[in-house]
């Protein structure tokens, strides 16, 4: 009996427990539109996903309700404009440019994984 008893609790405390967990934020590629440019907290184009039209030099403020200061791992820019990604809150540190169009799913893979700090067009 105790052992029962036992783990019905067990049971009980895992159901509240999994109640408590909200789904992880996802995005997609579908989701940024033409004219902005995109970035998502996971590689492969996944997780918090911001999409902006102007510069942003403090990215400790947040976009679509998150803060993206050095969690960025994807982007895509597609606007007709190159725009700059810095290590750096107010435009400095390291730059790195995209062209129109141009995206990349790790930013890891080039030395840009949770590294970017403000971005604007160049």
């Not at 947040?62 to 050095?70: P, S």
Request: proline letters at 3%; one cysteine or more.
């Amino acid at each position: 009996m105790r052992l029962r008893t036992l783990a019905l609790s067990l049971a009980a405390a895992l159901g509240i427990a999994m109640l408590g967990f909200a789904p992880t934020a996802s995005a997609t590629m579908a989701q940024c539109t033409v004219g902005h440019f995109c970035v998502w907290e996971d590689g492969g184009f996944q997780g918090h996903f911001g999409a902006v039209t102007v510069g942003h030099p403090d990215l400790r403020t947040a976009i679509n309700g998150f803060v993206f200061q050095d969690r960025i791992s994807s982007v895509w820019n597609r606007t007709g404009h190159i725009w700059c990604t810095y290590k750096d809150i107010n435009y400095n540190g390291g730059v790195h440019s995209w062209n129109p169009n141009e995206s990349q799913s790790h930013l890891g893979g080039i030395g840009w994984g949770d590294t970017i700090s403000s971005l604007k067009p160049c």
